[in-house]
């Protein structure tokens, strides 16, 4: 499975942007989804993730201004980001843990998502 993320791009503080993650191959049987993001100087942080039943689970600092969601029919998952701020500022990664081992097995190429004052 490829995983190729779009929508990342420049906002303000405040903004909102929706970054996409699309797989070459069908994502209903992969047991977890995960957003990743990797600021500069810092290490790999897991923001969201969001199961083959829909349950979802998000990082303390994100909680209430992100969203995840699939859509398994166009093999897609989402990250809805609102109420944007500077810290959100990193290379977000979309990954796929197939089987619900807690391994990221397959990896997206990132998307940058800048937040400016």
């Known amino acids: 499975v490829q995983l190729v993320e779009s929508g990342g791009g420049l906002v303000q503080a405040g903004g909102s942007l929706r970054l996409s993650c699309a797989a070459s191959?069908?994502?209903?049987?992969?047991?977890?989804m995960i957003w990743y993001r990797q600021a500069p100087g810092k290490q790999r942080e897991l923001v969201a993730t969001i199961t083959s039943g829909g349950s979802t689970m998000y990082v303390d600092s994100v909680k209430g201004r992100f969203t995840v969601s699939r859509d398994d029919a166009k093999n897609t998952v989402y990250l809805q980001m609102s109420s944007l701020k500077p810290e959100d500022t990193a290379v977000y990664y979309c990954a796929a843990d197939s089987y619900g081992l807690g391994i990221s097995d397959y990896w997206g190429q990132g998307t940058q998502v800048t937040v400016s004052v």
């Open positions: 191959g069908s994502i209903i049987n992969v047991k977890r």
